[in-house]
């Protein structure tokens, strides 16, 4: 490549504001001209790309004559498309600019685009800047030009990556239309297989996140994990989502709602955990079919699950720092008296009687402002109860009933007390009548 076209590329690049992908045709043309007095005309179009009207004029030739040069690979398949409305970024105009400059050959090694490996038709053809870029298979980052430290195996593994560095595929399309998303591995069949800007991201498995775009921070591994998020706002931004199980979070669908909050921030663990968890987020579940029926919730084990516990107890947070508007509890012996504890068997459980509450029942005594009750943000509205927390009513009720045991007792001590002062005054009484009735007897008889 001569310092010229060095220089041209460079300069668009540093200088150059997205244009539209058309208007390419006319500057790249400079490098397949062969000059004023013999201008290279390109054959007229055959309408090989299907969103460009064929004949077209001078532009829609070149289109299909770069394409034949492999100068542009177009921005999709089935059908091939070329997205003549798109915008180009100035790494994609520097590295047109450098293939109609310097054609498709590749680079000497001393080129900046050194320690690169391609093997396999029309992997690593461009790499005209970004070294140490590794790529096994057919098309194989084959629109590289800028990227590097990329390592591709697999068919069109990072095929249309320009920009994009550090990044990881292996398998068939894994990755396939990354262009700037930086670190990422994708492991599987079409796993990432729709990534364009989304960064940091780890997909192990067959079509783990498929269809993510531009969402960062995730990890996917097994099958189907986080398939199904796409939601694409324009740019790269962070979901946190974990899902390790094949189709855990598989039907998570952020949408930019709640402050961008719906849909982010949730970990599965398990087969099928949070499975159909579309927008809730900071949800954890763990075990296979776990999940969660609100937001901010974490759950341990699916609905067959008979036994959760450890040597330990649970320990709940309870420092006075962490807590507001902390008042002596108004509820006691009145509430507890109006529980109705029952006996109950869980529908497919393990056939053994339970013992406990009826969150309904509850909900009619205290209603919905207490966090006793969990009440569910699925379409059944289902229930749950924090037993724990009626611990606090149950020692008041104690409490309640030891001050009336107390009340109790103090009068009971007082009547002991009075009744023991008035049966000593009895008693007196009834010694001192003895005592006049003994003189009585002893008085002698009178003689008549």
Request: aromatic share 8%; glycine share 12%.
């Amino acid at each position: 490549m001569t310092s010229r076209s060095r220089f041209v590329a460079t300069l668009i690049f540093v200088m150059g504001a997205a244009i539209a992908a058309p208007a390419l045709a006319q500057p790249a043309a400079a490098g397949k001209a062969g000059g004023p007095d013999n201008p290279y005309v390109p054959p007229a179009c055959s309408g090989i790309f299907s969103d460009v009207a064929c004949p077209g004029g001078f532009a829609v030739n070149w289109i299909e004559q770069f394409y034949g040069d492999g100068i542009t690979a177009g921005c999709g398949t089935n059908p091939l498309r070329y997205c003549p409305d798109a915008t180009v970024t100035r790494a994609q105009m520097a590295v047109f600019v450098e293939k109609a400059m310097r054609g498709t050959a590749p680079w000497s090694p001393g080129d900046l685009g050194n320690q690169n490996t391609g093997i396999g038709a029309g992997s690593l053809p461009f790499s005209a800047y970004g070294p140490a870029n590794t790529a096994f298979g057919a098309s194989a980052l084959a629109a590289d030009g800028l990227g590097d430290s990329n390592t591709a195996v697999g068919a069109s593994a990072l095929k249309l990556n320009t920009t994009g560095s550090g990044n990881t595929a292996v398998g068939d399309q894994a990755l396939y239309p990354n262009t700037n998303g930086q670190d990422n591995t994708a492991v599987g069949l079409a796993s990432l297989g729709s990534n364009t800007l989304g960064s940091d991201n780890t997909a192990v498995g067959v079509v783990a996140m498929e269809f993510n775009t531009t969402a960062g921070r995730n990890t996917a591994v097994g099958s189907g994990a986080l398939q199904s998020q796409s939601y694409d706002p324009g740019y790269n931004w962070v979901s946190n989502n974990t899902a390790v199980g094949s189709y855990a979070l598989t039907s998570n669908q952020p949408d930019g709602g709640n402050g961008n909050l719906n849909g982010t921030n949730n970990t599965a663990v398990g087969v099928e955990a949070l499975e159909f968890n579309t927008t809730g987020y900071y949800d954890t579940a763990v075990g296979v079919d776990a999940y969660c029926d609100a937001t901010d919730q974490v759950r341990l084990g699916n609905f067959y699950v008979g036994s959760i516990g450890g040597k330990v107890g649970w320990s709940a947070l309870s420092d006075a720092r962490a807590k507001e508007n902390i008042h002596d509890l108004d509820l006691g012996l009145g509430l507890v008296m109006q529980l109705r504890p029952v006996s109950f068997r869980y529908k497919g459980g393990n056939g053994r009687t339970d013992m406990g509450f009826v969150a309904q029942d509850v909900e009619a005594l205290l209603g919905d402002g207490y966090n006793v009750l969990g009440i569910g943000g699925d379409t059944d509205r289902t229930l749950s109860l924090r037993y724990t927390d009626l611990i606090a009513p149950l020692v008041k009720a104690v409490q309640e009933q030891q001050a009336t045991i107390e009340a109790q007792r103090a009068q009971i001590e007082a009547l002991k007390a009075q009744h023991e002062s008035e049966m000593e005054a009895v008693l007196a009484r009834v010694a001192k009548l003895e005592a006049t009735a003994q003189r009585e007897r002893d008085r002698p008889a009178a003689v008549e």
